[in-house]
Every structure is written in C-alpha cells, then in structure tokens.
C-alpha cells in the first residue's frame, strides 16, 4: 500500500515532453529498469544501486581491462538479495526524489550497510531491509518512504 498526497506521484516514464518540443529526460534517475516502481534481482541494477548509496574506490594497480572492471564492478550486487527502486515527483519541487530498499541476507548486514551508506542519515532499518531516500525530501516522500519500505514485511 502507498500513502498518496496531493501533488505526490510516480515519474510515470524515464522521460517527459516539455513545452516548445523540448524532451526532460533520466526521470529513471539512469538505472537501466523498465517499470517505476521496480523490483527485481538482477545483478548490474543491485550494483549500480549499491554503487549509488555506498561508492566504493577501483582497486590500485594497473588499469582494469573492460572485462576485469565489469566483474570487479558486478561484485557489488554480492549479499543483496533483492532490491527496490521507486521515483516520486512533487508538482511544487522540480527535484526528483528516489526510495531504494535493500535486502540483505541477515539484519546485521542491513544495519552495517545503512550504517556506512552515504545516505546513512536517510536510512531506515527493518529487519533485512536498510531503505534510503534521496531527493528534496519533502513531507510527502518521507510518507511515502516510511510506508512502502519502511514497514512492508
């Protein structure tokens, strides 16, 4: 269930037709989905997911090759079991505001990803789910955050 207000929806598709034949588009905030929101399991979204919250820094050493970096990068999907992605637009805020919820295998390892997020101050925990949000963070996403990740079981 989503908690709805008034001027608070989903970013119904990755881009939108402005006045004057203008085109905004990356609405999807560039992850490689097909719906809004998402769910899923694949492997390239939960790492770009991952990378998003808590980058992480190229090994040292020479340069990767493009195989060496797609594997080294992939290896961040590694103990997330499923991921969430929803993005919300408020009609008096031009910003997009993004809720992404992260399963992990155990709730351990959900709190010590909130914890070293970069989101950590917009972090909710519940069991094994850690759930960030990121955006301008109005009354309406916080709603909207607490309700959908916040406390689904």
Same mark, same amino acid.
């Given at each position: 269930m989503t908690a709805c207000l008034p001027g608070c929806a989903l970013a #119904? +598709?990755? +881009?939108?037709?402005?006045?004057?034949? %203008?085109? %905004? +588009?990356?609405?999807?905030?560039?992850?490689? =989905?097909?719906?809004?929101?998402?769910?899923?399991?694949?492997?390239?979204?939960? #790492? #770009? =997911? %991952?990378?998003?919250? #808590? /980058?992480?820094?190229?090994?040292?050493?020479?340069?990767?090759? /493009? !195989?060496? !970096?797609? %594997?080294?990068?992939?290896?961040? !999907?590694?103990?997330?079991?499923q991921a969430y992605v929803a993005i919300y637009r408020e009609q008096e805020v031009s910003d997009l505001t993004t809720v992404y919820g992260l399963q992990f295998p155990t709730t351990d390892a959900a709190l010590a990803f909130a914890r070293n997020g970069r989101a950590a101050s917009k972090a909710i925990v519940n069991g094994r789910i850690a759930a960030f949000s990121g955006g301008p963070g109005s009354d309406c996403f916080k709603l909207k955050f607490r309700v959908r990740i916040g406390h689904d079981r």
């Open positions: #119904a +598709s990755p +881009s939108e037709r402005l006045e004057g034949n %203008r085109v %905004r +588009s990356g609405l999807w905030t560039g992850l490689n =989905i097909g719906t809004n929101p998402w769910i899923g399991t694949e492997a390239p979204i939960l #790492a #770009a =997911i %991952r990378e998003r919250l #808590a /980058p992480t820094e190229v090994p040292d050493g020479p340069p990767l090759t /493009p !195989a060496q !970096a797609r %594997r080294y990068f992939l290896q961040l !999907a590694d103990g997330i079991e």
